[in-house]
């Protein structure tokens, strides 16, 4: 552990084979002289984040009121324009990469390096609320607003500007090599995935850590270190029709719609007790024919009560905490679905591609730490990890192959999400960006 102290205590993150040196004029990783465990400079940045909450919180009011949902690529690639425009300001070199190829409007990417350990910061310009949606407006009252996407996730974009220009206010931001990536599809990734999320996952080479800024559970004194991946799967059935009076009967079968539900059950009773996992039929369709639109995630069914049903169709998704969990799980079920073969009935299981997971790790863990001294130093409180089980698949999942070192949720609070209430607690702005700029600064001086 290489620690420098020149004469003075040396605080800031407290974790073992942390190594703090002084660089430059910047007074990190000290005590001030009244005896505060934060630096003249961290003091500096979170002073600058106090007196500028207001011009954060109109830039996020700009941006809300540009609709963005992921279908909607012009106003995709405004949002883009306008956070590109603050990057630029920042003098970081901004990129905007096409997302024809994956049929999206595509992602800006932002870098800025300098001689520290690289850091990745994620967000996304996108949102579930698309242009036909009646929830269009940033709308105030006292500390809270509401509007589409506030908290999931403009509010974490703006966390990320709002800090760095902190840190370039206080002198810090040179000596930092950071890398932000604002994807335009995380709602609603493009196919395949390989190519949609190429961008980011190039971003992440290279990187020491990473830090996302979706709300999370939007409690202010959560973060993330692991996140469950997602993947889809579908189960069809195929059995005997004929009069309904022969249902049961050797000859006749118990029909599509009950083979379908056999398997169902199947499923809950032998797999739905693992820690961590979970699986949702989230569209069920059976009669004489059954047909599913992937694409609308809307079914067509067509039968009669008097004849056993000939067709099923069930989709739905299942998460998992880590990449062997889901290879166990998809075995699992193509045993049991194999399993309910009979002579008068025949059913397939097939996995679509999905997002990876974020699994726990050490590297995670100690990053995590490092934030929340940064926030307790800073007098915010104590910051621990939510479950997985509380955390959704998101964009920092991409990356965990890259980076050994990851957390999520860091960005603006509220409640809500993904739907017409979604509201943003206002205060969180100048907490979480002052949170986010003291962990950016004392990790820029790790050796």
Not at 36 to 47: C, D, G, N, W
Not at 62 to 89: C, K, L, M, Y
Not at 166 to 172: C, R, T
Request: net charge negative; charged share 20%.
């Amino acid at each position: 552990m290489k620690l420098i102290i020149a004469g003075l205590i040396s605080v800031g993150l407290g974790i073992a084979g942390l190594g703090i040196e002084e660089t430059g004029t910047l007074d990190v990783g000290r005590r001030t002289t009244d005896g505060q465990a934060i630096s003249q400079t961290e003091r500096a940045v979170a002073q600058y984040l106090d007196a500028h909450d207001a011009e954060g919180i109109a830039l996020l009011e700009r941006v809300v009121n540009i609709n963005s949902g992921t279908g909607n690529h012009d106003g995709v690639r405004e949002v883009g324009r306008v956070f590109q425009a603050e990057f630029d300001a920042l003098g970081f070199r901004t990129t905007w990469v096409d997302g024809a190829a994956f049929n999206r409007a595509g992602h800006l990417v932002a870098a800025h390096q300098g001689p520290g350990p690289k850091v990745l910061l994620i967000g996304h310009l996108d949102t579930v609320f698309e242009k036909n949606s009646p929830f269009q407006k940033f709308v105030r009252t006292g500390d809270t607003a509401k509007g589409p996407g506030v908290i999931d996730m403009k509010g974490g974009d703006v966390v990320i500007i709002q800090a760095l220009k902190a840190l370039k206010s206080a002198g810090a931001l040179d000596a930092m090599n950071i890398v932000v990536v604002m994807t335009g599809d995380e709602e609603d990734g493009g196919r395949p995935l390989s190519v949609s999320r190429k961008a980011l996952v190039d971003a992440a080479k290279g990187a020491e850590y990473a830090i996302g800024f979706e709300n999370g559970d939007s409690n202010i004194a959560h973060a993330v270190t692991a996140r469950r991946g997602i993947q889809n799967w579908e189960l069809r059935v195929k059995a005997k029709t004929g009069h309904s009076s022969q249902v049961f009967t050797a000859d006749a079968g118990n029909g599509a719609i009950f083979e379908a539900a056999k398997i169902l059950t199947a499923f809950r009773e032998k797999l739905g007790n693992e820690p961590h996992l979970t699986f949702n039929p989230g569209v069920f369709a059976g009669g004489t024919t059954a047909e599913l639109d992937s694409a609308t995630a809307t079914a067509k069914a067509f039968g009669k009560t008097n004849v056993i049903s000939a067709e099923a169709v069930v989709t739905g998704d299942m998460r998992a905490l880590t990449m062997e969990q889901f290879a166990k799980t998809r075995s699992a079920m193509e045993a049991i679905v194999k399993s309910m073969a009979s002579a008068t009935a025949t059913a397939t299981i097939t996995f679509g591609e999905g997002y990876p997971t974020l699994p726990p790790t050490p590297g995670n863990d100690a990053l995590l730490a490092v934030y929340n001294k940064a926030s307790e130093d800073l007098g915010l409180g104590t910051v621990t990890a939510v479950s997985p089980d509380r955390a959704g698949a998101a964009d920092v999942s991409f990356i965990s192959t890259e980076v050994k070192s990851a957390i999520d949720a860091v960005g603006m609070k509220g409640g809500d999400d993904h739907s017409p209430n979604e509201w943003a607690d206002l205060k969180s702005l100048s907490i979480q960006a002052k949170r986010a700029a003291v962990t950016l600064l004392r990790l820029s001086l790790r050796k």
